[in-house]
């Protein structure tokens, strides 16, 4: 059972940045049978979930939201079986709780998308204050 824990959520003031980081366990290291997409996505207090950022097992295909797209980077190192988010010049309108996920398969570099997602973590949250 994989098991994803996040970490790195806080407040911050607008402009700042956070690193958000995903250890997952449970999954053997190096394991080349265990093809995932893993990523981020975001909860909004009365918006759907979304999905923020995602990155496939190589590290070649890459997803970022429209709309922080620009202010986004994501990192995987399989070999510690972690994830990694950077978020720079955080906005007001980033605040909301952050959940690192994964779904078998290939990522896509036009969609991270809920469906077909098994695996969550608790989130973390950040909060964006002026």
């Known amino acids: 059972q994989v098991r994803l824990v996040e970490s790195g959520g806080g407040s911050v003031q607008a402009g700042g940045s956070l690193t958000l980081s995903c250890a997952a366990s449970g999954v053997a290291s190096g394991d080349t049978n265990s093809v995932y997409c893993m990523g981020w996505f975001r909860q909004i207090p009365g918006k759907e979930r979304e999905g923020v950022a995602a990155i496939d097992r190589l590290g070649n295909i890459k997803f970022y939201i429209d709309s922080m797209k620009t202010r986004l980077s994501i990192s995987r190192d399989n070999a510690n079986n972690t994830l990694d988010l950077r978020l720079n010049n955080l906005k007001l309108e980033d605040t909301g709780r952050y959940y690192c996920?994964?779904?078998?398969?290939?990522?896509?570099?036009?969609?991270?998308?809920?469906?077909?997602?098994?695996?969550w973590g608790q989130g973390t949250q950040i909060t964006v204050s002026s």
């Open positions: 996920a994964a779904k078998p398969g290939n990522c896509f570099s036009k969609s991270w998308s809920i469906g077909g997602v098994n695996y």
